[in-house]
């Protein structure tokens, strides 16, 4: 008996014979000399891959999908359980370390989730002891992997994530300042941000409050530019840079993204996480873009509502633009001749 395949071929695509003796002899054969064998699984010998064979059709994609989903999980847990002990090691020794390492991790699960991580523009570096206040708009927690694989600082959450199983274990380790956005709570909050400013520390701000579906940005709540307010006696040295970030998340099958895809991405709502990330992970060919803007000084507005309404006009403009798939540099506010800035933003030349 000799079957008539090749070795790698799929065992479904090839059709084994079976050939009588007389045709081997070179006789005359019946009308029964190819006998079709019944459809079961081949023989590892035949294949040796038979095990990685998937169904066609629908049926195989969509296991596809939820092996990539589970593998991706996995990867995520394998790496971030080493990973919170040596944070927890971090803080506790001296140096930068800890900011170097929280960066690292985020970077690391970034890349196991799938998303590839565009940036353009240039970080803000502190210079003469002032720190910077990256600020960005929030469509998704995949924003807080994205942009802490970037840059270095603190976020700053609201209280409620302390509470979160695991993640708001992670959100300790990370040093992340919690804050109610309550008004009564304002000074408080602020003098805390302060601190950690005052420590060398930037921070990480998603001024919305909440996370929105990706389509536009939420306009900025006040309370938080509190920190960069300035106050009596307060020398305009002595407040942080403000540098904007539009962070838009625009390829999703390694094609650019539009307003149907973004649901995808988008985690708002009474949406939970793990319902996300399985619809998240099932995608391949994602990317996030993060267009840096040029740094802010606050001590150039009246208050920290004209800050407000200047940073969020800013992001607005950037992350419409990175939606619509077209190509832009950070975006600048210029000043007019009295010295106040104005609202309409520009490309920087």
């Known amino acids: 008996?000799?079957?008539?395949?090749?070795?790698?071929?799929?065992?479904?695509?090839?059709?084994?014979?079976?050939?009588?003796?007389?045709?081997?002899?070179?006789?005359?054969?019946?009308?029964?000399?190819?006998?079709?064998?019944?459809?079961?699984?081949?023989?590892?010998?035949?294949?040796?891959?038979?095990?990685?064979?998937l169904l066609n059709g629908r049926e195989g994609w969509l296991i596809a999908r939820r092996v990539r989903v589970i593998r991706r999980g996995l990867a995520?847990?394998?790496?971030?359980?080493?990973?919170?002990?040596?944070?927890?090691?971090?803080?506790?020794?001296?140096?930068?370390t800890k900011i170097k390492f929280a960066r690292f991790y985020w970077r690391i699960f970034t890349r196991l989730i799938g998303i590839k991580v565009r940036v353009i523009g240039h970080i803000a570096s502190a210079a003469d002891g002032r720190q910077v206040v990256f600020v960005s708009n929030h469509s998704s927690w995949v924003d807080i992997p994205v942009v802490g694989g970037v840059v270095d600082g603190c976020f700053v959450s609201k209280r409620d994530v302390a509470k979160w199983p695991v993640i708001g274990t992670i959100a300790r380790l990370g040093r992340t300042v919690f804050v109610s956005r309550s008004r009564t709570a304002i000074a408080l909050e602020r003098d805390a941000m302060r601190a950690k400013l005052a420590h060398g520390d930037n921070l990480i701000l998603f001024p919305e409050g909440t996370s929105s579906d990706g389509s536009r940005v939420l306009p900025f709540r006040t309370s938080f530019f509190a920190l960069a307010e300035v106050r009596q006696g307060d020398s305009p040295k002595a407040l942080p840079l403000i540098q904007p970030m539009s962070?838009?998340?625009?390829?999703?099958?390694?094609?650019?993204?539009?307003?149907?895809?973004?649901?995808?991405?988008?985690w708002y709502g009474d949406m939970d996480i793990a319902s996300h990330f399985w619809r998240l992970s099932?995608?391949?060919?994602?990317?996030?873009?993060?267009l840096l803007h040029t740094p802010m000084e606050p001590a150039s507005f009246a208050?920290?509502?004209?800050?407000?309404?200047?940073?969020?006009?800013?992001?607005?403009?950037?992350a419409s633009t990175l939606r619509q798939n077209r190509p832009v540099p950070p975006l600048d506010l210029p000043a007019t001749a009295s010295g106040k800035p104005t609202f309409a933003a520009r490309c920087r030349a």
Not at 2 to 11: D, K
Not at 76 to 96: N, S
Not at 303 to 318: C, E, F, I, M
């Open 1 to 53: 008996m000799v079957t008539v395949a090749p070795l790698f071929q799929r065992g479904r695509r090839c059709i084994p014979f079976v050939m009588n003796g007389s045709l081997r002899m070179g006789q005359e054969s019946q009308s029964s000399h190819l006998v079709r064998r019944p459809r079961l699984l081949p023989e590892p010998d035949h294949n040796p891959g038979f095990l990685l064979e």
């Open 247 to 266: 962070v838009v998340y625009d390829r999703l099958g390694g094609l650019p993204a539009g307003r149907a895809s973004r649901p995808v991405f988008a």
């Open 303 to 318: 208050d920290r509502k004209a800050l407000s309404q200047a940073v969020w006009q800013v992001v607005a403009d950037g």
């Open 282 to 290: 099932q995608h391949i060919g994602l990317r996030a873009t993060i």
């Open 76 to 96: 995520v847990l394998a790496w971030t359980i080493p990973a919170m002990l040596i944070q927890a090691a971090c803080l506790v020794a001296p140096g930068r």
